[in-house]
DNA sequence: GATTGTGAAACAATTACCTCA
DNA sequence: TTTGAGGTAATTGTTTCACAA
């Protein structure tokens, strides 16, 4: 499917338009609409304003979910957009919101019974006056309880796509103004991001497993190698010529500003007992000098530089 | 100021519909 | 034509937060 591909990311630059005033931007809607989004199937596309924003600009956000805030902060998943021919081309367009609504009844509804559902859903979720302007979906009035599924057209999952870019979390204003925009209810477009937001944990959550998977291969083989390198140390210590030969022992120190260990040679030099044999070539013989620093949680270490973290 | 009840919003988990190979 | 898998819209129950009493 396509939207494995573009799910993530669509690279065109919409914007939505609508200003930083509330009371301005119900009247300003529909000439966007007209503007910009001429697809509409069942309701011509209605009058829009000109004006072009940035959306952070416009919008004053309230994302009160600490893992909202969290999330975003995580690596950005989204992918480079697909070529806009992907999103042009698009006679399977799908559907409009109000034309591919299935009649199939769903087993839910049978299991559960009548409208209730729907009612406590609209009443008690999408806070009653946001979902109450009648829409594509379930409209039918019929009362039916059937669970109907429309699948949004491209243009309006590109939209979706653009202004979730901009911000993953809409207050009630702005769901409304972009559900009055795509011909959707808001309760459509509060679903969308919810399942948008999902996906995106989701993804992320894939691409840190993978980050940690390849950390792990390469500690195991790290592990590996030091272990090996233990062994070598131990045979030589077992020769006492060679033992004799080698450099000080190594001390581990810490910084306690960067929590990184320092590995350093002391100045453990009773000349006398240095071995004259070739010492490990890893070993430094020019005595007190610091090596490589080893992060003390290299996990958190890793994590925090993957994610940009200072 | 602390407590409690309430509503709204977000989330995780799940269901069920739709499309496609 | 049928079917199974995958994607995703929609539902449900829970948690979190703000706010008023």
Same mark, same amino acid.
């Given at each position: 499917?396509?939207?494995?591909?573009?799910?993530?990311?669509l690279?065109?630059?919409?914007k939505?338009?609508w200003?930083?005033?509330?009371d301005?931007?119900?009247?300003?809607?529909n000439?966007?609409?007209?503007? !910009?989004?001429?697809?509409y199937v069942?309701?011509?596309p209605?009058s829009?304003?000109?004006?072009r924003?940035?959306?952070?600009?416009?919008?004053h956000?309230?994302?009160?979910?600490?893992?909202?805030?969290?999330?975003l902060?995580?690596?950005?998943?989204?992918l480079p957009?697909?070529?806009?021919s992907?999103?042009v081309?698009?006679e399977?367009?799908?559907?409009?919101?109000?034309?591919?609504?299935?009649?199939?009844?769903?087993k839910?509804?049978?299991?559960?019974?009548?409208?209730?559902e729907?009612?406590?859903?609209?009443?008690?979720?999408?806070?009653?006056s946001?979902d109450?302007?009648?829409?594509?979906c379930?409209g039918d009035?019929?009362?039916?309880?059937s669970?109907?599924?429309?699948?949004l057209s491209?243009?309006q999952a590109?939209v979706?796509?653009?202004?979730?870019?901009?911000?993953?979390?809409l207050?009630p204003?702005?769901? !409304?103004?972009?559900?009055?925009?795509?011909?959707?209810?808001?309760? !459509?477009?509060?679903?969308?991001?919810q399942?948008?937001?999902?996906r995106t944990?989701?993804k992320? +959550?894939?691409?840190d497993c993978?980050?940690l998977?390849?950390?792990?291969?390469?500690?195991t083989e790290?592990n590996?190698r030091?272990?090996?390198?233990?062994q070598?140390?131990r045979?030589l210590?077992?020769?006492?010529?060679?033992?004799?030969?080698?450099?000080?022992?190594t +001390?581990?120190?810490?910084?306690p500003?960067?929590?990184?260990?320092a590995v350093?040679?002391?100045?453990?030099?009773?000349s006398a007992?240095?071995?004259?044999?070739?010492?490990p070539?890893?070993?430094?013989?020019a005595?007190?000098?610091?090596?490589?620093p080893v992060?003390?949680?290299p996990?958190a270490a890793?994590?925090?530089q993957h994610r940009g973290?200072p």
């Amino acid at each position: 499917m396509s939207e494995k591909d573009d799910g993530l990311g669509l690279g065109l630059s919409l914007k939505l338009g609508w200003g930083e005033n509330d009371d301005d931007n119900n009247n300003n809607l529909n000439h966007h609409q007209q503007q !910009q989004y001429p697809f509409y199937v069942h309701k011509p596309p209605q009058s829009v304003p000109n004006q072009r924003a940035s959306f952070n600009n416009l919008f004053h956000f309230h994302d009160r979910s600490s893992e909202t805030r969290s999330f975003l902060r995580g690596i950005d998943v989204n992918l480079p957009p697909p070529p806009p021919s992907a999103v042009v081309d698009d006679e399977n367009a799908v559907s409009s919101p109000n034309s591919t609504i299935s009649s199939i009844s769903g087993k839910r509804s049978e299991r559960e019974g009548n409208g209730d559902e729907n009612e406590r859903t609209s009443s008690s979720r999408g806070g009653g006056s946001d979902d109450d302007d009648g829409g594509a979906c379930g409209g039918d009035g019929d009362g039916e309880a059937s669970r109907k599924k429309l699948r949004l057209s491209k243009e309006q999952a590109l939209v979706l796509e653009e202004t979730f870019k901009e911000h993953n979390s809409l207050n009630p204003k702005q769901k !409304q103004a972009l559900a009055k925009q795509l011909n959707l209810m808001p309760r !459509q477009v509060e679903v969308w991001f919810q399942n948008r937001r999902a996906r995106t944990k989701l993804k992320q +959550t894939e691409v840190d497993c993978e980050y940690l998977k390849n950390c792990c291969e390469n500690l195991t083989e790290e592990n590996r190698r030091l272990q090996k390198e233990v062994q070598e140390l131990r045979a030589l210590k077992l020769s006492p010529q060679l033992y004799m030969n080698m450099n000080p022992p190594t +001390t581990l120190t810490m910084c306690p500003s960067c929590e990184r260990v320092a590995v350093s040679s002391t100045s453990f030099s009773s000349s006398a007992t240095m071995p004259s044999a070739l010492p490990p070539a890893n070993l430094n013989p020019a005595g007190p000098t610091i090596q490589r620093p080893v992060p003390v949680n290299p996990w958190a270490a890793m994590l925090n530089q993957h994610r940009g973290r200072p």
